[in-house]
């Protein structure tokens, strides 16, 4: 298993964040963080790309993302249906690409209210979980 600190590596180029990577030129973990930052999630709710993981066991990425107002305890909560809208756009405009150079089909996109360990619980924490499997343009959704 791969896992990238995406949170602390932000340099990357306003070009590369968009896809446009020199020939030869390989995205890595800055390029991911700047693309996420650039991304408009419809629910407006601030949200940070806080690591990539490569299960290469499983076969898929996992993109774990800071959400702070998915909290239960957030002033301006965001509900469970506009959390899966924000990961649906998360997984087609940011993780198509990802699964496409990492030769992956499938992704899990994981949003939690405050920071914790993979396969971490804490019954305070509010988490949302969401599978998706590459599709020719957009993302198709996974039934657990």
Known sequence: MITCRCDVL???AVAAALGVIAAGAQAGP???AEAFDALELPSGQPAELSEVVHDEEAGLLR???LAPQISRDAEERIDP???FEDM?????????DLMRREGVERLVVSMKASELALGETAPDVT?????FR?????CL????
Do not use: K, P, S
Not at 127 to 131: K, P
């Open 88 to 96: 649906q756009v998360i997984c087609d405009e940011f993780g198509l």
């Open 81 to 83: 249906d506009a959390a």
């Open 127 to 131: 988490q949302y979980f969401e599978a």
């Open 30 to 32: 800055a390029d991911d």
């Open 63 to 65: 993109l774990r993302i």
């Open 134 to 138: 590459a599709g020719r343009a957009v």
């Open 141 to 144: 959704w996974e039934e657990f």
């Open 10 to 12: 932000r340099r990357a």
